[in-house]
């Protein structure tokens, strides 16, 4: 069964400070892995998508690694600021012929303080 | 601005009232999707098309409908509410290949 799993669930840290959100997925066959996030009462932004070959990738503030030997990935958030405060999504597709399957973690809530 | 654009953001009904949550993109997406969301759960396909008059089953179709007339437009209806059908709905669209989806701003709903 194809499954994202994120952690940790929630975390506070103090603006400026650094963190790190992970994924783990079992998903397969795999196609691309992406980010996003999702402002409370908003939908879900898509930040960075990374493919099979690729192992970091960065957008702003946030970098994005994966490492698809062991099915993992980060989400790096360097310098946090207020509105960073958000949840942010791991989501894995899958492709299998002509159809694509999207599973869904269940997000890491990220609270930043002053 | 492209966008997803739902209607209404927040409602509350009663159970057995038929009710439908409008949905509308302007990037002349083909794939748009509807998604619920609930409290630790991630994100749950209902429906999904491919194109006009192409309507899928999702994961948890059960109590929904969908229909797609014209490429800009996926309603979802529910045809007898239920409490269990309390959520947060979100309507997604995307264009074909690996292209990420836009999200729309989602829809509360409550059934008492």
């Known amino acids: 069964k194809n499954q994202v799993e994120q952690s940790p669930q929630s975390l506070i840290i103090l603006e400026g400070k650094n963190c790190t959100l992970q994924c783990n997925y079992t998903v397969s066959p795999f196609s691309n892995l992406r980010w996003y996030k999702q402002d409370t009462g908003r939908g879900p932004v898509s930040l960075t998508i990374m493919t099979f070959s690729e192992n970091t990738k960065s957008n702003r503030r946030y970098t994005a690694t994966l490492d698809a030997d062991t099915k993992q990935s980060s989400l790096h958030i360097t310098a946090s600021q207020l509105s960073d405060s958000a949840s942010y999504i791991c989501v894995v597709r899958s492709n299998t012929g002509t159809a694509s399957k999207l599973t869904f973690g269940t997000g890491t809530r990220l609270q930043v303080t002053l | 601005e492209a966008q997803v654009t739902q209607n209404p953001r927040y409602l509350i009904t009663v159970t057995g009232k038929k009710l439908t949550v409008t949905c509308s993109q302007n990037?002349?997406?083909?794939?748009m999707s509807w998604y619920r969301q609930d409290p630790g759960l991630g994100l749950r396909q209902i429906y999904y098309s491919m194109n006009v008059e192409v309507t899928d089953k999702g994961d948890v179709p059960e109590g929904y409908k969908v229909s797609r007339k014209e490429k800009r437009n996926f309603p979802l209806i529910l045809e007898s509410p239920s409490p269990n059908q309390t959520s947060l709905y979100f309507c997604a669209s995307r264009q074909g290949g690996t292209g990420g989806y836009t999200f729309g701003s989602g829809t509360r709903l409550t059934v008492v």
């Open positions: 990037m002349n997406h083909e794939y």
